[in-house]
């Protein structure tokens, strides 16, 4: 009967080779699971750095527009600036003007005066 214990025997190698295939069927299925999941991981961290090179990208063109305004506004600024200056110098040239024609006046007057003075004078002497 050494051939019954035999074809047992090779009956149970065949189901162990069976089950180690099983096993290593399931093993190589739970490995593809985790590539898989290693993939979906990596999609969705493209995806994260996507989403920030958006809003990297919408930061820079605000800090653009904000520095632009910024910009605009200085030179409204300096331009107003200058204006006043202009201005301020025209009134200045205005004020001295009069004072030059008030000084003009106030000689006029003064040789007037001692046009008048002369005259009285010369007619005293007479």
Request: a neutral charge.
């Amino acid at each position: 009967m050494p051939w019954a214990r035999c074809k047992k025997e090779k009956e149970k190698e065949k189901e162990r080779e069976k089950e180690k295939e099983k096993e290593k069927e399931e093993k190589e299925e739970e490995e593809e699971k985790e590539k898989e999941k290693e993939k979906e991981k990596e999609k969705e961290k493209e995806k994260e750095k996507e989403k920030e090179k958006e809003k990297e990208k919408k930061r820079k063109r605000k800090r653009k527009r904000k520095r632009k305004r910024k910009r605009e506004k200085e030179k409204v600024k300096v331009k107003v600036k200058v204006k006043e200056k202009e201005k301020e110098e025209e009134e200045e040239k205005e004020k001295e003007k009069e004072k030059e024609k008030e000084k003009e006046k106030e000689e006029e007057k003064e040789e007037e005066e001692e046009a008048e003075e002369e005259k009285e004078k010369g007619e005293h002497e007479d």
